[in-house]
């Protein structure tokens, strides 16, 4: 606790003297009183210790019940449902792209091989048709 020294009245016993000011309070106390003052002080700091202790408790009591509510258990489930679901969709995608992929990879091959052996040119379809008849099919 911060003080400060002064002259003046002690508001315990009412006598001018040497006296000290709480700066809490901002009262004066004479330095016999002082002494009381702080003993008291530290007392309701103990008590308001106590009392907050109590309340953390509770607190913490209560978040944890609040952990188990029908509604925050309904949102989490709804929250892993929703991850799930996503995860699921972007795989999907993801191995349709692959598939697209793969089958574009396979009808180039296919039709290089076939330009190769000079089927276009002997059948009269053009290297470009051809190319693009591979595409559209994909
Ligand atoms: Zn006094
Ligand atoms: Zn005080």
């Known amino acids: 606790?911060?003080?400060?020294?002064?002259?003046?009245?002690?508001?315990?016993?009412?006598?001018?003297?040497?006296?000290?000011?709480?700066?809490?309070?901002?009262?004066?106390f004479c330095?016999?009183?002082?002494?009381?003052?702080?003993?008291q002080l530290n007392k309701q700091l103990d008590e308001i210790e106590v009392t907050r202790d109590l309340f953390r408790q509770t607190l913490s009591q209560q978040t944890l019940d609040l952990k188990k509510h029908p509604l925050i258990q309904q949102i989490n489930k709804w929250e892993q449902d929703s991850i799930r679901i996503i995860k699921?969709?972007?795989?999907?995608?993801?191995?349709?792209?692959?598939?697209h992929t793969n089958e574009h990879t396979r009808a180039v091959i296919l039709f290089r091989n076939v330009e190769h052996r000079g089927i276009s040119s002997a059948t009269g379809t053009s290297s470009t048709q051809f190319r693009e008849l591979g595409h559209h099919s994909i």
């Open 31 to 39: 330095y016999r009183h002082i002494n009381d003052h702080r003993q």
């Open 88 to 99: 699921q969709t972007a795989e999907d995608s993801r191995q349709l792209i692959f598939q």
């Open 1 to 28: 606790m911060a003080t400060s020294r002064i002259k003046s009245r002690c508001v315990i016993c009412g006598k001018e003297k040497a006296s000290v000011r709480c700066e809490g309070c901002s009262q004066t």
